[in-house]
């Protein structure tokens, strides 16, 4: 028989396939380096590479986390990791450097072996990870920027691991069966390549630690200017080459660690009458008083927790009152009050229904039964249940509406993950200990953990269901806001206001259907549910287990001590509370309760008259109907156009931002009904006179002026409404003559809309303007949720990125 000897160690094989399996395993100890390069080259092509999923995580340099993201200066002066697309292109790069046998970079490994950092490259590389957006090709969805992650799937391609079919042994005395064996020898190869990529990233850190000169493009601060963190905990194969990281997530979690200050509501401020927080409670007695327990109640299991709960283990009586109510206000936030009877009866429909499919025959018997049930269900006293249900957050994303089909999204769960508190004078990276900036300072201040989980979660979501959560809890707000914010049928704009992004941090994402169709653990827990059957581990070893809870009591560490960063006031509150105290909250909350007035009145009205109209209300004031000489020429004009019955037609996109009621309807439709229709292409373009008066009837939306793509039709009010046309263009002029003259104008009769965006409709324009003619009461334009009197008034805002 023929045999082929290994060069390295003069090992002979009996086939080529015995002795590249030997390469694969040993290939780094029988060739020299540069033998064992040409090797890894020849073997790293992307046909013999095998899909993979790596757990990591990471936490965003300083000049990132701190970085205020209205003020951006110069980005080429910003280094360190910035967020998650960096950190999984940086994992990639690692990555690639393992298979190629990198395993010393020197002091040039990013410029001599790895591609510099480039945003647009990354995209165009279509990173697949947990918390990406790619897939979506929606901004609505990203990532928020800074944002660190607990744990974090990513998917890419990497060389196999290959094992022996022979009993593996360390010591020659291993007796167990192949399964194990094999299973022995993957353990071993996958911590030794997870070792090895993670110095490869504490190299490319290290590079981007000694390319800083100088601290001079960070704020002054008593910290320490950090790259950021980052950590490989585990690698799994994925035989499905379908698996998608980013759709494919059953489940995200977002935490969110907020000092307890943020939740104190200081006297000066002006309580509500819902607050339940006693203002005889000082800052630092409130803090006290909040029981510390840790995540899952295990994370510092080892030395942390209490043998016996302390007595600041225990909420006292006014606290737990507190806590219970912070609970309820959450629950409201994620979930829909539900009558219970009505639930029960929707299920029994749902199961006729299913019956019916089945063939299964209505008996005479079985109506009865259904008749008796039905009477049952209006003779039992009525119980309320509270149940996830899908809502519409376009007051919580500031790049959505509420008739985009992404802003329709459901929070599972909201709840208080955790109480720790941070000692802000030792750092878990061994540093310089923070010095105390006043004696006076809160001592023992709690960081409270708060985790939200969801199917996904648009940009700013989280920051502003915090925000909201504060804002509420502080007692600045009344909590029927709530109600106000994710009522469909009300079309005002209520933005909620945005928590600092310091605090945010993704948890980690769960792959439910796909560990049953792999027979792999995607997240790291503790479980014997899918054993090794020859394949991979999976993230339920203890080893990978233990690293992601240690690297989460850092990551928790590091985010509560970045509240000191701009440090503490005389009196102990945090500066970067009191900035956004001041800065956010309390102007919000002026503007905001303004609006909540108009929805409790509009509300009120709508109980009494819903039956005739929804959406209709009275006038409350007597207006001066004078004209100013301006505008009267093209009032003029436009009601001319309004008598004359040929006001034309509203585009379906156009019809689906206006509230409107048709004839043979009692009340306007609800969002959730147009946006149905518009998907679905039904909607045909609106008649002007298929509307109510007062409701959008009679009008509608139309553009007249030129298109300037040879493409586009040019609009037929040119042609309907000459002199109309030409008025509308001199009034722009004479209202701002400095203006670059837009090329269309929008025409709006009657027209009550709901929040949008003109995406550019002025045609050239970088602003937007609109004015208000005729006679009626209200009709304010209300940008970002601040209102604009526009009768006779003309105002300039960004129609582009303002709503």
């Given amino acids: 028989m023929t045999s082929i000897a290994c060069v390295g160690c003069s090992k002979s094989f009996t086939s080529k396939n015995q002795l590249f399996r030997h390469l694969h395993q040993s290939a780094e100890t029988c060739l020299s380096p540069d033998e064992y390069k040409d090797f890894l080259a020849s073997t790293t092509q992307t046909s013999k590479r095998e899909k993979i999923g790596v757990l990591y995580g990471y936490l965003p340099g300083t000049d990132y986390r701190f970085l205020d993201q209205h003020i951006i200066g110069n980005a080429d002066s910003l280094l360190g990791i910035e967020g998650g697309k960096h950190a999984a292109w940086l994992v990639t790069q690692a990555i690639d450097a393992v298979s190629h046998g990198i395993i010393d970079g020197g002091s040039n490994f990013i410029s001599e072996n790895l591609r510099p950092w480039s945003a647009a490259e990354a995209d165009d590389s279509k990173i697949n990870r947990s918390y990406g957006s790619i897939t979506r090709v929606s901004e609505c969805v990203a990532q928020d920027p800074y944002t660190g992650a607990i744990t974090e799937v990513l998917c890419t391609n990497a060389v196999p691991f290959y094992v022996d079919d022979e009993p593996y042994s360390e010591n020659g005395n291993d007796t167990d069966d ?24 504490d190299r490319m850190l290290a590079e981007m630690a000694s390319a800083r000169h100088s601290l001079s493009t960070a704020p002054d601060s008593i910290h320490e200017w950090s790259p950021g963190m980052i950590r490989v905990f585990g690698r799994v194969s994925i035989p499905q080459k379908k698996f998608n990281a980013e759709i494919d997530v059953t489940h995200r979690r977002m935490d969110y660690c907020l000092p ?76 829909q009050q539900i009558d219970e009877n009505a639930t029960a009866h929707l299920g029994k429909e749902c199961s006729r229904k299913s019956k019916k499919k089945k063939g299964t025959q209505n008996t005479s018997s079985n109506a009865a039964n259904s008749n008796d049930d039905s009477h049952e269900n209006t003779t039992q006293p009525s119980t309320s249940m509270q149940l996830p249900k899908r809502k519409r957050y376009h007051n919580f994303c500031p790049k959505i509406l509420a008739h ?41 201040r709690p960081i409270i953990i708060f985790s939200l989980t969801g199917d996904m979660f648009l940009q700013e979501q989280v920051l502003r269901l915090m925000g909201l959560l504060i804002a509420i809890c502080r007692g600045v707000i009344d909590d029927d806001i709530i109600e ?27 792959y439910t259907t796909w560990e049953g169709r792999i027979k792999t653990i995607l997240n790291a827990r503790r479980t014997d549910r899918y054993p090794f059957v020859g394949r991979s581990l999976g993230w339920n070893d203890d080893e990978v287990v233990r690293a992601v809870e240690e690297w989460e009591k850092i990551v928790l560490h590091e985010v509560g ?64 109907q004078a004209v100013p000489p301006l505008f009267e020429k093209v009032l003029f004009y436009l009601r001319q156009a309004d008598a004359s019955g040929m006001w034309p037609s509203t585009t379906p996109n156009r019809q689906l931002v206006m509230l409107s009621t048709l004839h043979e309807e009692s009340q306007a439709r609800a969002i959730s009904s147009i946006h149905l229709q518009a998907k679905k292409n039904v909607e045909s373009q609106s008649s002007a006179y298929s509307f109510r008066e007062g409701n959008g009837g009679a009008s509608g939306s139309f553009s007249v002026g030129f298109m300037p793509d040879e493409r586009c039709s040019q609009p037929k009010g040119n ?69 604009k009197d526009i009768r006779y008034k003309a105002i300039e805002f960004d129609g582009w990125k303002e709503r």
């Fill in 719 to 787: 042609t309907l409404f000459p002199e109309l046309v030409k008025a509308a263009f001199e009034l722009e002029l004479a209202l701002c003559p400095d203006r670059e003259p837009s090329s269309t104008i929008a025409i709006n009769r009657n027209a009550q809309f709901r929040p949008h965006t003109d995406k550019g409709a002025g045609a050239g324009q970088s602003t937007s303007l609109i004015v208000g003619l005729g006679n009626y009461v209200g009709g304010e334009l209300v940008v970002e949720g601040v209102k």
């Fill in 484 to 510: 106000c914010m994710f009522d469909e049928e009300y079309t005002n704009l209520v933005p909620a206001p945005p928590a600092p992004h310091i605090g945010l941090v993704s948890g980690e994402a769960t």
């Fill in 561 to 624: 001590r970045s509240w000191y960063w701009k440090g503490e006031g005389k009196d102990g509150r945090l500066i970067e509370e009191m900035q956004w105290s001041d800065n956010v909250l309390h102007p919000w909350a002026r503007r905001t309760r303004e609006l909540l007035d108009d929805y409790r009145v509009w509300k009120a009205f709508r109980e009494i008259h819903a039956p005739v109209s929804t959406s209709f209300l009275p006038p409350l004031e007597s207006i001066d």
């Fill in 178 to 201: 192949n399964n194990h064996n094999q299973e022995k020898q993957i353990t071993k190869k996958t911590r030794a390549w997870v070792k090895s990529v993670n110095e490869q990233l």
């Fill in 404 to 444: 985009d089909y992404l802003a329709f999204r459901r929070v599972d769960r909201m709840y208080h993950r955790a109480t720790i508190r941070v000692d802000t004078n030792s750092s878990s990276t061994d540093k310089e200990p923070i010095p105390t900036i006043s004696s006076t300072r809160i001592n023992g």
């Fill in 260 to 335: 307890a200050d943020f939740l104190y509501a200081h006297p000066r401020e002006g309580l509500s009458e819902t607050s339940e927080q006693s203002s005889a409670l000082s800052c630092q007695e409130f803090c006290d008083s909040l029981p510390s327990f840790f995540p899952d109640n295990a994370l510092y299991s080892a030395d942390s927790l209490h043998d016996e709960p302390s007595s600041n283990d225990i909420p006292s009586g006014n606290m737990k009152a507190y806590l219970h109510r912070m609970k309820q206000i959450m629950k409201r936030i994620t979930k």
